[in-house]
């Protein structure tokens, strides 16, 4: 220590935990940044080569405009102010949904912690929800945990399934490209990854050889546990078969492995002849042994779907087959964290229990989610047909999901560029083309890709007139900047 | 692999993380579980010798019949939907809170997700806030960081700090008895809980002797590098003098200690004489060297104070002299779980930005919140002055916070009737008092305490007239208890 009282930190880069030095989140990384820094810059009235910085690095509906759905925001407006319950404004089906969860909460109050897997009657009516789109098969509010969103319950997941040391360490399964959460948290547990690649060529489908490949190494080094699977797939968007998803329940049980399925993408799906299938239901439908064995948790989001609900931070996870002493340990951990915030869980209530025909909010409530996830199919068709015309760029079909995943073809003075200044070259790309367009999407290294190949990617979000100028804009960039390194 | 094909869970107990397994979280443990069940008994018409349980297990004012605060719910219901924005009903004040709140989010919804450290006009405000508290002694927004409650605050936190192994793995230093949270994060961290005792005798103050005798044998075999601070205590009540905090603050510069200061009851201060100091402007007002070194985080909370907002799950931390570099990790890691819910990220902002004199909503805000803190210090000093009546019963003053944590005297051959059943004598006491009254409180065990006493935590949130028959109930049972077994 010095004289004048200065000297090193308790905690600096050298001190601190390595493991959270490790993780890196891409998608809302140094990219976005810079975007909210030239935002900054054009409110100043600094002068730029646009005259607004679109954010598709990330997807968050409302932000790009998309319209709250009224009776979700109605039923937790009175949930929130029940004074409300008296003003005639508001349709009886909302104040109905509102009186029954408001007699469920600590004295009638949103304000009052709730129990920490949330609310009793909210997770019978997501078990219902579960039974109605599995076709009857049977869900168990006691399996159901809400979420502070889908991330906390991957958290809480994986928390669980970490153990080990060298080569006993969890390995976890997970695709490449994949959201950067999944990195994220095995780096902050202390984790092993294990990347399986998506096939490209294949529309991004997941092949069980793959998988095996994947395994079979990973075994030399860690002991691989767990398999995550995203479905629909972000980044990638692809809708995964029936056929697929039998082959992956038969690999984790032929492997004992335990199942994570990523499902928060299920409302979305636009592709002719794409179907989703829940892990739970296929699992159930090929019954014993793998029904009474393989332990799957699935995860769904309000931030998702037609309600784009991201801000309210909710959620679910059904866990299947679970050791009942694991489940206790479970429901203890995340006892600690007190309950999942009661707004997102009241909002995810009126999902799970939407308007019946009859009631008055029914048509307008069924009218407005249409309308959203038809205009959603729309963009990520407009999206694949303009990138399709463009000259180094290849865009497999959005089947579902939020986002496009385009591979572009990089000239090697630009990959040298890049490399000279230490930048991957997705990353020297997405930068120049978000200082020239004001346009923030995420380079493909931030999601993981096979090695020499480029991608970014971006949300379909924007208003179709806003997207198409967008995905224009996109093109021509691409363009010059192919000349520009050529 | 049995041929029937049922087999081992590849997640069991024995081969699940074992840092989760030793997590223990008494403020919701077996007690809670058991009032859970006796609440569904009463309902199913079940004969039980009370009719009603009151759990006073944890500070959940709403639950306890505590009102919102008017204001608060109008801005956030205004947030939620903003269609009320027309409606003559609702106060200006509140509309153009709302009205400024939904500019500053994405799309103008509290749908989407806000900056990761939250939206930085509420990061604003809680700086103006805590510039006010604090006589002027400048707060950075830049270094407020919104969060999901106080829990995840201090979950982040340890988590940048967390590192080493055998000798040289951190030490926590946390008070003695504790609010559970502390031990949990420890344990699921893997941290070394390093225990210093308050002093029960003198209304549970901290002693800096104590804390050297904590760190030097704490010494011997982990690396101490973090001191946990709960002023007002949880779940002890004491308010800590001036002095104390800054003999602390010496210490931890001595000592070269990380300072995590738990602030949430800093509203809640009911004893004569008795004042709130915050760390952060004890630490500036000693002037250096301590103001430019010593690294400290300081939480609040929207669950507690006057207006007990729990299940909006917000609240903010404040960093002090944390490296730069560092404060970019923790920015990362917080950025992974994308954003702290918006609907409690509002409701702070109503709380730290209330309505002014000449506002519409002046007069009933400071009414409603003046009466919430009178009531809770009227109940402060009932719960002292009945306990003290009880022979066998000894409670400190309950100087601030939510609690009473009374000291009891249990006759020798009810410790040994526990220990046979392989119970915590406390928790025997607590076990019984739930089956026979009604009342559900927290074992002292479950926050630690000096071997061979015994105590309880109960809140006094209870409306004043039931917290009265509580306390009798409660008084009558200790008699009973005691006589039974001696």
Known sequence: ???????????????????????????????????????????????????????????????????????????????????????????????????????????QSVGAYTASPGIEIIRQDVAHYIQRRDGGIPANPANIYLTTGASDGVMSTLKLLVAGEGLSRTGVLIPIPQYPLYSAAIAELDAVQVSYY??????????????????????????????????????????????????????????????????????????????FHSFKKVLFELGPPYSATVELVSYHSISKGFMGECGFRGGYMEVVNMDPAVQQQLSKLVSVRLCPPVPGQVLLDA?????????????????????????????????????????????????????????????ARAVQEAQARGLAPDMFYCRQLLEETGICVVPGSGFGQQEGTYHFRMTILPPTEKLRILLEKLSQFHAKFTQAYS
């Open 1 to 107: 220590m010095a004289e004048n009282g200065l000297r090193d930190k308790v905690l600096s880069l050298g001190s601190m935990n390595p493991c959270v030095k490790r993780v890196e989140y891409a998608v809302r990384g140094p990219i976005l940044s810079r975007a909210v820094e030239l935002e900054e810059d054009l409110k100043q009235g600094v002068k730029k080569p646009f005259t607004e910085v679109i954010k598709a690095n990330i997807g968050d509906a409302h932000a790009m405009g998309q319209r709250p759905i009224t009776f979700l925001r109605q039923v937790s407006a009175l949930c929130l102010y029940p004074e409300l319950l008296n003003n005639p404004q508001l349709p009886d089906d909302a104040k109905k949904r509102a009186r029954r969860l408001l007699a469920a909460c600590g004295g």
């Open 198 to 275: 998506l096939d490209e060529e294949r529309c991004w489908a997941l092949d069980v050889g793959e998988l095996r490949r994947a395994l079979r190494e990973a075994r030399q080094h860690c002991q691989p546990r767990v398999l995550c699977i995203i479905n629909p797939g972000n980044p990638t968007g692809q809708v995964q078969s029936r056929k697929c998803i039998e082959d992956v329940i038969k690999f984790a049980w032929e492997e004992q492995l335990f199942l994570m399925a990523d499902e928060v993408y299920q409302d979305n799906v636009y592709a002719e002849g794409s179907e």
């Open 351 to 411: 999902i799970m229990n939407p308007p019946s025909p009859g009631e008055p909010s029914y048509q307008s409530f069924v009218q407005e989610k249409q309308a959203v996830l038809s205009d959603l199919a729309h963009r990520a068709r407009l999206t694949q047909e303009i990138f399709s015309q463009v000259p180094g760029i290849r865009c497999n079909p959005v089947q579902g999901a939020m986002y496009a995943f385009p591979r572009i073809q990089l000239p």
